[in-house]
Structure formats: structure tokens, C-alpha cells
T-cell receptor, first 114, second 111 residues
Framework: DAGVIQSPRHEVTEMGQEVTLRCKPISGHNSLFWYRQTMMRGLELLIYFNNNVPIDDSGMPEDRFSAKMPNASFSTLKIQPSEPRDSAVYFC????????????FGPGTRLTVL | KNQVEQSPQSLIILEGKNCTLQ??????????LRWYKQDTGRGPVSLTIMTFSENTKSNGRYTATLDADTKQSSLHITASQLSDSASYICVVMGSASKIIFGSGTRLSIRP
């Protein structure tokens, strides 16, 4: 298995533009997590899905952020409109559900909003 | 307030030496505690997962301990190698969506 796949790996955009980050979880995993990592705040959970259903989005910072999981093999995190303070590394992780299973992280998307 | 505090913030040791990283938490309810290794520019990689009833868990040269009474955990690295240079992050899970991250310890191994 190729592991969790994220794209793009790097994204540079201008303030006000829409940004879409993509994630393909490990096949067979039914939990998917979106995280954000910054120097100031460290790692933070944004949202997580169980069997394609959003379970908790309380970590999503603002209405500008939205996430979808249309099927078991694909998820998106969208920021619209983007702002400079959204600059961070965004990680997607997947795991089996129903217990303290290991989460496998993707390589991350480094987002820079100018 | 749910918090995870790690110490030290950074640590430099010589190759071959042992070291211990600390994690104190106040997360409640408690489900499990995880240690991750994060190399620069990469996603975190799981080292250990411990539930309430587990006191010690090893993964090669990494040994994690958990004292659920004092809400403390440690990660001991034996016979350090240059490849151990990374950030080590302690994560406490209170429930499926309550995931609290420590700020990490940045470990540098010098030859």
C-alpha cells in the first residue's frame, strides 16, 4: 500500500483565493482525520470522519473551512476565501475505527497564503 | 483545561547515549496516550499506543511508560542513533474527537 496520499504537496496562493486540499486514505481504513500544524499552535485536529460521515468538526476554525468525504477513498479540505493566517502544513491521517488503532499520516500539504 | 505538556522543549545528546522525554497531561476522560516521531518535513509516525491499563510498551529502542495515577508518561530512547533526530510528540486521546497534542520535544543526536 502506498500509504495516505495527499495533494498537492505544496500550495502557494494569494489571499482571497479558494484552496482545495486532497487526501486518499489507506484502503480499508474507515476513519479519516484532517490536522493543521503551525509553529505557534503545533498540531490541531480540524475534523474527523467515520465511514465517510463527519463526526466532529469542532476544530474547524471558521466557516471559511469545509471538508467533505464523498466516498471511502477520497476527502477534500477547502478554504474559501483563504487568508495569510491559514498558512500551515495540513495533514490527513487514516485509521481503522472502533478502538485505539494507529493513525497513519500523509506527507502533508504545505500551504502558503500571501 | 485539557492540556498535554512535554519536557524538555529541546535536547541534544551524543550518539549512543540514552535519553528520556517527559509528558504530563490533564486530559479527562482518558482513553489512550500515543507517542509520535516526526522527522523534518514529514508526517508524524506512531511509536507506541498505551491504554489506561498498560504501564510499559516497547518498540525497538523506544520504551514508553505510563502512570495513569500521576498522569505522566515518558519515552526512553536507548543507544541513540543519528536517525533518532526528530521531534517527538505526545498525544492524549480523551475520546474519538478529543485529541490533545503536546508541543513536542525536538531531539538532536550529535555524532
Amino acid at each position: 500500500d502506498a500509504g495516505v496520499i495527499q495533494s498537492p504537496r505544496h500550495e502557494v496562493t494569494e489571499m482571497g483565493q479558494e484552496v482545495t486540499l486532497r487526501c486518499k486514505p489507506i484502503s480499508g481504513h474507515n476513519s479519516l482525520f484532517w490536522y493543521r500544524q503551525t509553529m505557534m499552535r503545533g498540531l490541531e485536529l480540524l475534523i474527523y470522519f467515520n465511514n465517510n460521515v463527519p463526526i466532529d468538526d469542532s476544530g474547524m476554525p471558521e466557516d471559511r473551512f469545509s471538508a467533505k468525504m464523498p466516498n471511502a477513498s477520497f476527502s477534500t479540505l477547502k478554504i474559501q476565501p483563504s487568508e495569510p493566517r491559514d498558512s500551515a502544513v495540513y495533514f490527513c491521517a487514516s485509521s481503522l475505527a472502533g478502538g485505539p488503532h494507529e493513525q497513519f499520516f500523509g506527507p502533508g500539504t504545505r500551504l502558503t497564503v500571501l | 483545561k485539557n492540556q498535554v505538556e512535554q519536557s524538555p522543549q529541546s535536547l541534544i545528546i551524543l550518539e549512543g547515549k540514552n535519553c528520556t522525554l517527559q509528558c504530563n497531561y490533564t486530559v479527562s476522560p482518558f482513553s489512550n496516550l500515543r507517542w509520535y516521531k516526526q522527522d523534518t518535513g514529514r508526517g508524524p509516525v506512531s511509536l507506541t499506543i498505551m491504554t489506561f491499563s498498560e504501564n510499559t510498551k516497547s518498540n525497538g529502542r523506544y520504551t514508553a511508560t505510563l502512570d495513569a495515577d500521576t498522569k505522566q508518561s515518558s519515552l526512553h530512547i536507548t543507544a541513540s542513533q543519528l536517525s533518532d533526530s526528530a521531534s517527538y510528540i505526545c498525544v492524549v486521546m480523551g475520546s474519538a474527537s478529543k485529541i490533545i497534542f503536546g508541543s513536542g520535544t525536538r531531539l538532536s543526536i550529535r555524532p
